[in-house]
């Protein structure tokens, strides 16, 4: 078992900023952050490989988001700049535990535990 604590949400202005962070219980192959808004599916936002710092970050978000991981934590951030208000949503922290994976996966599927979400909400 994995748990994941995620912290940082809140309200920002649009062009505004704000910083996730997701602790984990022990490192696995990669984590990352989902998000989900009302009425809408679950989508990848950004993810990154402990063992290399390899990132995958969603079309929607590169050049705003980073992501970033530190180690000696076991914790993973999401720097989120230039906020728009369609980036309001629950954002998920979730871990991938499948070491035989060759890439950084964007289904949600192939992420076996989850934290319990944060809200960011973003004014226009």
């Known amino acids: 078992q994995v748990q994941l604590v995620e912290s940082g949400g809140g309200l920002v202005q649009a062009g505004g900023s704000l910083r996730l962070a997701c602790a984990a219980s022990?490192?696995?192959?990669?984590m990352g952050w989902f998000r989900q808004a009302p009425g809408k599916e679950r989508e990848f936002v950004a993810a990154?490989?402990?063992?290399?710092?390899?990132?995958n970050i969603a079309d929607s978000v590169k050049g705003r988001f980073t992501i970033s991981r530190d180690n000696a934590k076991n914790t993973i951030y999401l720097q989120m700049n230039s906020l728009k208000p369609e980036d309001t949503a629950v954002y998920y922290c979730a871990a991938d535990n499948s070491p035989l994976r060759l890439i950084i996966s964007t289904h949600s599927g192939d992420y076996d535990y989850w934290g319990q979400g944060t809200q960011v909400t973003v004014s226009s």
């Open positions: 022990r490192r696995t192959f990669a």
């Open positions: 990154v490989r402990w063992s290399s710092g390899r990132t």
